[in-house]
């Protein structure tokens, strides 16, 4: 089983930053393009930002470019979403995923193009 596990998120005042981290197998970090998406209740899904597996291309919604960051922490062998200058229209159920197929040089913000998530994390914004 490909299992995903985020962590991270909580309640933040507009303007507050946040960190989320998507936890994965070596194969999976090593091989596959890694996205965060989130959906707010009654809301479709968004691709938020994405990476490739060497953490040198990523690729963001026009939302959240200029204030989000995905990153990846080889150290730790994480997935990162770093959330800076928040804002109430980002809270969400933020989830981590993993690209459908091995990594061939190209990646989207498709949900259709991934094929294993994670349970997710919350991300309140107050104002």
């Known amino acids: 089983q490909v299992q995903l596990a985020e962590s991270g998120g909580g309640s933040v005042q507009a303007g507050g930053s946040l960190r989320l981290s998507c936890a994965a197998s070596e194969y999976t970090y090593s091989n596959y393009y890694m996205g965060w998406f989130r959906q707010a209740p009654g809301k479709e899904r968004e691709g938020v930002g994405s990476?490739?597996?060497?953490?040198?291309?990523?690729l963001y919604a026009d939302s959240v470019k200029g204030r989000f960051t995905v990153s990846k922490d080889n150290a730790k062998k994480l997935l990162i979403l770093q959330m800076n200058s928040l804002r109430p229209e980002d809270t969400a159920m933020y989830y981590c995923?993993?690209?459908?197929?091995?990594?061939?040089?190209?990646?989207?913000?498709?949900?259709?193009?991934?094929?294993?998530w994670g349970q997710g994390t919350q991300v309140t914004v107050s104002s």
């Open positions: 990476i490739n597996p060497g953490g040198g291309i990523t």
């Open positions: 995923a993993r690209g459908g197929t091995l990594y061939d040089g190209s990646m989207s913000l498709k949900s259709r193009n991934y094929n294993y």
